[in-house]
């Protein structure tokens, strides 16, 4: 790695957010559903407690989580810096189907704010529930499989 982070450092973390967008892809849609509710919404992240955030239509935008801000939380080292566009863009589609399959279980929710028209995405009562006993990738793939049932 270069002294003070230089273009080295900066490629290692291209070629790191890179290797993980192709583990991510290659995930069943439950289990990246399980990786974005965990790395977004679990114990110790940034969107963990939403209790005093969460809004009905209300002023505060950004209140919860967005594809934007969940972003640094899935790639390695923190950052999506220096990586290629194409690379964070794939990283962000992924982010929101699975935030999609997490709704679809209605293990999220999605919440819009009036102050910007942002949306962003909380947990429910039961994706918290889900969350604590380790069972996100179950319910996703229960819901999957109800849905494409005959």
């Known amino acids: 790695m270069s002294l003070f982070g230089g ?9 790191a957010l890179e290797q993980e967008v192709q583990r991510l892809d290659g995930l069943s849609i439950a289990a990246l559903a399980a990786e974005v509710m965990t790395k977004a919404f679990g ?8 209790e005093e ?17 969940i972003t640094p939380t899935m790639a390695p080292g923190g950052t999506t810096k220096g990586a290629e566009d194409g690379t964070r863009l794939r990283l962000q589609r992924l982010i929101a189907e699975g ?3 997490l709704e679809h279980a209605a293990l999220v929710r999605v919440q819009m704010h009036t102050a910007m028209g942002a949306l962003d995405y909380t947990t429910t009562r ?3 529930r889900v969350l604590a006993e380790g069972k996100v990738a ?4 229960a819901d999957a499989r109800r849905r494409i049932a005959p």
């Not at 080295?8 to 070629?15: K, N, T």
């Open 99 to 101: 935030l999609q399959a």
């Open 7 to 15: 273009k080295g450092g900066r490629d290692d973390q291209a070629r």
């Open 53 to 69: 955030e969460v809004t009905v239509g209300g002023q505060n935008a950004y209140a919860g989580a967005t594809v934007e801000g």
């Open 43 to 50: 114990p110790g992240a940034d969107y963990e407690d939403p």
């Open 138 to 141: 179950q319910v996703v793939e």
């Open 126 to 128: 039961l994706g918290r």
